[in-house]
């Protein structure tokens, strides 16, 4: 959406039509800094605040730690590959859900 420009409609309908002729998606280099940035932002809020349940929970570890498995080889996989791997974007929207 940013890249491009155009509001949130016509980003999800061009990822819609380029899924549709067969390009592949890419987890890009600011998706990546995102991704540590969130983590950062957790570790310092788990550091900075006393008391249990403040900061990262089990499962947000165990995203970052699938994330750490999926992101490196997730570009080079063809679109097959990416479309059955229980995809990284899942991943992604489980993260962002669970670190509101």
């Known amino acids: 959406m940013r890249r491009y420009g155009i509001i949130i409609h016509h980003a999800a309908a061009l990822v819609i039509a380029r899924r549709a002729i067969g390009c592949k998606e890419r987890i890009t280099k600011e998706l990546k800094q995102k991704i540590q940035t969130v983590r950062e932002k957790l570790n310092q809020k788990a550091n900075s605040l006393p ?41 992604l929207k489980k993260l962002v859900l669970l670190s509101r």
């Open 51 to 91: 008391g249990e349940g403040k900061g990262m929970t089990r499962k947000v570890k165990r995203l970052f730690k699938q994330l750490d498995g999926k992101v490196p080889v997730y570009n080079g996989l063809t679109r097959f590959q990416q479309e059955s791997f229980y995809s990284a974007w899942h991943d």
